[in-house]
Every structure is written in structure tokens, then in C-alpha cells.
Antibody, heavy 119, light 107 residues
Framework: QVQLQESGPGLVKPSQTLSLTCTVSGGSISSGGYYWSWIRQPAGKGLEWIGRIDASGSTTYNSSLESRVTISRDTSKNQFSLNLTSVTAADTAVYYC???????????WGQGTLVTVSS | DIQMTQSPSSLSASVGDRVTITCRASQSIIKYLNWYQQKPGKAPKVLIYAASSLQSGVPSRFSGSGSGTDFTLTISSLQPEDFASYYCQQNYRVPLTFGGGTKVEIK
């Protein structure tokens, strides 16, 4: 059973870079057919897809964040990561990593990690 | 971007009620539509994928229908554990987008 776990700082200062890592267990991030995504949710609000990396390492980003986002992977550690630059208070949210098989819904999800942008 | 509009944004219902939530896409997404349930402090959980396919392990009281731009999630007999928020999501075209959510509360 594939499981995901987010890790990273819970507090980031404005204008700095938010960096999170998702560790995947029970399956390889290099396995074909899976997309690995980052999704965020501000408190009391809806879900926003940030971007994804596929089994070959190809990335796709939400155009609303594309200028500030990088998703990368470390296959030796079976991890994928999110970097979001020049953060503001509007980037404060619970950040989830999630996997998805083509044509299906996001499953599994990590438990989510709250990142607060504040000085 | 494809906009996903859910209605209602909230509803009150009683245990045993039949509940219907709708989701409309701003353009045709064929059947590339998923439904999620989210409880406070938890990650979303997929209920339905490809508009009408029940995710493994999800109770059969949940069902989905629709194609093109109009979709429906139905809970045939609401149970206490179903009080939660529900989201639709399209995976027809990037950026993948979610509806604004429907909060199902106890009447």
C-alpha cells in the first residue's frame, strides 16, 4: 500500500522560499502510470492544485503559480519536493502531496502539513 | 482554466436523507470528474472517479453520474459519518481544478 508523508518547515518568512518534501513508501515514484502532485488548502477554503511530476521526471505546473514553483524528485530516496519562492501571507495553507493514476482521482494523500508565512 | 462550480455550497440534512450535490464544468470534461470527501483536519478521500466509478472500499450509498459539463454526487441514505465537505475535481486538462466544495451539516 502506497503511503505519502510531507515534511518541512512550518513557518516561512515573507519573500523567502517554501520547501517541502514528500516521502513515498510502498511504491516507487519511478513507476509508470503515476503522477505525483502538490495541492494546497488555505484555512477554511478550497483546494488548489500546484503542480505534478510524473514517473519520467517531467513536470507540469499551475499557470497561476508557475513563475514561483519548482517540483523535483530524488529517486534514490523515493521523494519528490516542492519549492515555492517569494512567498507571501497568501501562501499560508495546508500543503498536501498526493499520487494519482491516470484517469483516476488523487489517492493516496499525505496527511498534510501546515505552512505559515509570517515574520 | 476549466472552472468547476458546485452547488449548493452547504446543506443541512438528517440521517437517512437522500442528498444530491451538483458540479458544473465551464467546458466539456467528458467523464474526467472525481468526487472527494473531506473531514476536518484530514486529507480528502476519493469517493468516485471517472464520474461514476466507485473507489474501492467506498460504501455503495455513494454514487456519481453525469458527463460533459454536468455531474452529480448522490448519497442515497445519509449516515452520521457522512457529515463532511465534498469536492469535485476535473482531470481532463491542466491545471487540474476543484470545485469550491459543499459542506453537509446535520439538520
Amino acid at each position: 500500500q502506497v503511503q505519502l508523508q510531507e515534511s518541512g518547515p512550518g513557518l516561512v518568512k515573507p519573500s523567502q522560499t517554501l520547501s517541502l518534501t514528500c516521502t513515498v513508501s510502498g511504491g516507487s515514484i519511478s513507476s509508470g502510470g503515476y503522477y505525483w502532485s502538490w495541492i494546497r488548502q488555505p484555512a477554511g477554503k478550497g483546494l488548489e492544485w500546484i503542480g505534478r511530476i510524473d514517473a519520467s521526471g517531467s513536470t507540469t505546473y499551475n499557470s497561476s503559480l508557475e513563475s514561483r514553483v519548482t517540483i523535483s524528485r530524488d529517486t534514490s530516496k523515493n521523494q519528490f519536493s516542492l519549492n515555492l519562492t517569494s512567498v507571501t501571507a497568501a501562501d499560508t495553507a495546508v500543503y498536501y502531496c498526493a499520487g494519482r493514476i491516470i484517469t483516476r482521482g488523487f489517492d493516496p494523500w499525505g496527511q498534510g502539513t501546515l505552512v505559515t508565512v509570517s515574520s | 482554466d476549466i472552472q468547476m462550480t458546485q452547488s449548493p455550497s452547504s446543506l443541512s440534512a438528517s440521517v437517512g436523507d437522500r442528498v444530491t450535490i451538483t458540479c458544473r464544468a465551464s467546458q466539456s470534461i467528458i467523464k474526467y470528474l472525481n468526487w472527494y470527501q473531506q473531514k476536518p483536519g484530514k486529507a480528502p478521500k476519493v469517493l468516485i472517479y471517472a464520474a461514476s466509478s466507485l473507489q474501492s472500499g467506498v460504501p455503495s450509498r455513494f454514487s456519481g453520474s453525469g458527463s460533459g459539463t454536468d455531474f452529480t454526487l448522490t448519497i442515497s441514505s445519509l449516515q452520521p459519518e457522512d457529515f463532511a465537505s465534498y469536492y469535485c475535481q476535473q482531470n481532463y486538462r491542466v491545471p487540474l481544478t476543484f470545485g469550491g466544495g459543499t459542506k453537509v451539516e446535520i439538520k
